[in-house]
Structures are given as C-alpha cells and as structure tokens.
C-alpha cells in the first residue's frame, strides 16, 4: 500500500508541476519561446565566417600581377568593396576611422619579384580592434596571394597541393553551430525549468504545503526533475530535427545512443538546477542564478574556443561541466558517426556529474524542508 500510495503521489505532484508550468505566462515565455527562437537567431549570426569586408589598397606597382591581385580581390565573395588610395598615408587613417578591416600596401618590386620566382611582399595593416575577424580576412587574403604566386611557378601549377577537409568537405560552419546549440539551448531550457520549480513554489506561498504533506524529500526531487526532463528532452529533440530537417545537416551517427547521451545530460543539468532553485528565494533570483552558472558553463565548455586552449585549472574545471562532454557527442553524431566506444566514454563522465548534481540537490532540498 505503501508504494501505491508513493506513486500515487509521485503521479500528483508530476502533474502539478508540468500543469504549473504550462499555465503560467511568464515560465511558457521563458522555457519555449527563446530556445525556438535562439536556434534560428543564432544559427544565422553565430559564425566566424567573415563576409561583407571593406578593404583598401595602395597600389605602387604597374606590374601584370598586381593587377591580377586586385582583381581576384575585387571578386571575391568575402569582400564587399575594395578603395583605392593615392597615398600610402591614407591607409592608416581609413583603420582608424573604421571605413575598412584591412588595407594593403603593394610595393613597386611586386610583380618583379613574382616574375623572377621570389614571394612578392605586401603590406598589410589589420584594424586590431576586430581581431578575430581581421585574422581571419587576413587567412582569406593570404590564400587569394598565395594562388596569384603559384600561377607563374610551373612546379606549383603542375603539383598543386591537394586539400581535404574530413566531415565538412566545404567548411560549412552551420554544419557545425547547429548540433552544437542544440545542447547549449537544451542547457539553458533545462536549467530554467528546474531553478523555478521550488522558487515558484516558495514565492507564490504553496512551498509551505510541502511542508506539511507527506511528500518525501526524494519524492520531490523527482517530481521536480521529470518535468524538466520531459520538456528538455523534446526541445533538444526539436533542435536535431531541426538541425537535420531545417539546416540540412548530415546525420550519420546513431539516433537511439544519441536521446540516451540527451536525456542523461539533461538529466545531469536538472540537479545543477534543482540547486539553484533551493537557494533561491523567488524566481527572479532563480533566472539570474541559471544564467549566472550556464553563461560560464558554455563558455568553458568548449562551444565557442576549444578547451584545449584555456589554462590547465580551466580544462579540469570544464570536465565538470555537462555541456562539455555532450557537446562532443552530439558534434561527432552528427558529421562523423562516432562510434559506440567513445560515445559510451562521455556518457560515464555524465552519468557521474547527474549521480554528484542530484545527491547535491536532495540534500539541499531536504536542508530547505527542515
């Protein structure tokens, strides 16, 4: 009897918390519209391409190949207009106005030293201010002089070198922000869902009734964590079709190992939750607390740098974030078909943050229902 009663309650409470968050505006404002939202925001502007750049030129030479060079640039997709100057000394000045990124000074030796075999030198001045984009042009131009020099070598024009691009032949950078906001986005929804609960319920004055229910501590911990789990796991799941669907990028990984990598990474994030919503005294508090840890979270996570590249103290820390481990799966379900053996090696690094996050949350909650 008493395990009937105990899923009874368990059924009463779930479907309280999934009726509360339904009906109320503000959690059906903060739960599903931004995600939806944030996927077709983010996957058209979150990109290091580089497009629409504003160049100049100081041209000296009146050689064939400085031409060639203009107008290979002119013609570039990435550029979007290319002025010319009469006076080395406006080139600094149009940076320091911002008109363009780059500008170019080509000396008068340049298509001299391309016709005798040499690498023709030019300057170039970069807006530091923009220093990622003004890396990245600079990468772009480099390879349009790069091909300019290798049309007067003939053993470069006879051998060119071959390039290839494992899993994204064509550099699609959407191929790769897409999977990868499908867990940031499914981060943030879970983590809102689950810091309201207890938060919504201590500020709207029912946080008192478990108090005086027989509801147990873990009864509550999980009436509270499959609400976020349900919703979490369905928009992560809207994200990847949308992904595939929408974005037409490749799945080729297994689908079934991919919603268990989901649910126990939402999973994993729901106690982090749960944490926050015990500390915190009303849902403002709670919302602020969630972006206060998940603004972190995806930033060492390795979503928009590499973790490899922060220091060593960081590295260990970003092992702890859930978010770093899924985003690895997903990436590799997607473009690669990563194998069942290294899948099941993130999932066991999940598996133990949800086991530390959730044993952290009932003992918070039950410190709250004392």
């Not at 990868?180 to 309201?196: E, H, M």
């Not at 509550?220 to 992904?243: E, F, N, Q």
């Not at 268990?260 to 009303?282: D, H, N, P, Y």
């Amino acid at each position: 009897m008493g395990n009937v009663l105990s899923l009874t309650r368990l059924r009463a409470q779930f479907i309280k918390e999934v009726l509360s968050i339904l009906r109320d505006p503000r959690s059906r404002m903060v739960v599903f519209v931004p995600p939806l939202l944030q996927l077709l925001v983010f996957a058209f502007a979150a990109t290091l391409e580089v497009r629409n750049v504003e160049l100049a030129v100081y041209n000296q030479d009146a050689g064939r190949w400085s031409y060639e060079l203009i107008e290979r640039l002119e013609n570039a997709m990435f550029i979007n207009s290319v002025q010319h100057v009469a006076a080395a000394q406006q080139l600094p000045e149009l940076i320091d106005q911002g008109k363009v990124m780059v500008a170019l000074h080509i000396p008068v030796d340049f298509s001299r030293a391309i016709a005798a075999g040499e690498s023709g030198q030019v300057q170039a001045l970069i807006d530091g201010r923009r220093s990622n984009s003004g890396q990245i042009t600079l990468s772009y131009l480099s390879t349009i002089a790069a091909e300019v020099s290798a049309e007067v070598r003939e053993s470069e024009v006879l051998s060119p070198l071959l390039v290839r691009h494992w899993f994204n032949p064509n550099l699609t950078y959407r191929w790769f922000i897409v999977p990868s906001l499908s867990g940031v986005l499914a981060l943030f929804s879970a983590l809102l869902i689950t810091s309201l609960s207890i938060a919504r319920e201590r500020e709207l004055g029912t946080f008192d009734q478990l108090l005086v229910s027989p509801t147990s501590t873990t009864e509550i911990i999980i009436s509270k964590s499959l609400p976020a789990l349900a919703i979490g796991t369905v928009l992560g799941l809207l994200m990847i079709a949308a992904a595939v669907w929408l974005f037409q990028v490749p799945f080729s990984g297994s689908f079934s190992l991919l919603l268990i990598s989901l649910m126990l990474f939402i999973l994993s994030v729901v106690g982090i939750g749960l944490m926050i919503s015990a500390i915190s005294s009303t849902q403002q508090q709670a919302i602020l607390g969630a972006f206060a840890v998940g603004v972190p979270a995806v930033l060492m996570s390795g979503f928009s740098t590499p973790v490899e590249n922060m220091p060593v103290v960081l590295q260990w820390l970003a092992q702890g974030i859930p978010l770093t481990h899924f985003l690895i799966i997903v990436q590799g379900s997607f473009l690669k078909a990563l194998p069942a053996s290294d899948i099941f090696a993130r999932l066991w690094p999940l598996a133990t943050i949800a086991l530390v996050s959730l044993s952290t949350a009932t003992l918070f909650v039950r410190g709250r229902l004392q």
